[in-house]
């Protein structure tokens, strides 16, 4: 067993590419020292397969919301619908993953509408939200620039950080936390490697986002919750620290994030 404590603060785990060893995924967690996870929702029909799997494995807390690529989906129910899910388990730590994707899809309309009435309902919830933001930045600082000003912008958390040191800062500014995922472990990703350096410590986060965006040595496997480890590696050379610092540091953001203390 490793003394090391990591939460991954980002993962989906119950697509096919889990099913069949699902059991031994666990275990392996358990065995690098992952003590808790946050299993994000693309979509409420996912809700109750992911409730199951919070039930199943005490570790699992999780989300419920809708992705932006997802935002065609959105409902005038949907925002009672997420109400109602996150009201009714106490382990739903997060309204998300939500936001905006303007890199796979420019319909901004269609996923403002979406995004908006999930902003409102964390806040009114006060529950932290989990911000998939891609090629959108600009937009979603606005937006939330805008809430900040009347009072109602939610917390939150940027998640798969891939963004640029200046736009780190007005998100950090609004009192966001960064997270970062594998992608901090590839060459070549220099501006991702200067935030890393410089996000302070008691603002990021770390995530696998399983069963995308596996680290090094793993790239182009399936991710999975163990491998969350290396990230925090990663950012421990990188920090020029040590792994027991990253551990602790975004163990204990993640604990303030999401509050599993208050809600387990
Ligand atoms: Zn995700």
Redesign the pocket.
Known sequence: MSDVELIDS???LIFENFEKDLEEVVLRLRSRGVKKLVH?C?EPREIPKIKKLSREFNEIFYSVGL?PLESKKWEPSSKSLLKSAALDDRKVVAIG?LGLDFFKSEDKTLQINALIPQMELAFELELPVII?CRDAANEMIKLCNDLAKKGTCPRGVL??WTGTPEEMKQFLDLGFYISFSGIVTFPKVHHIHKCAKIVPHDKYLIET?SP?LAPVPHRGKRNEPAFVENVANYLADLRSTELITIAKESSKNAEDLFKFDLLS
Request: glycine share 0%; aromatic share 8%; net charge negative.
């Open positions: 980002h993962c989906h994000a693309c992705h993953e998939h998640h798969c986002d995308f």
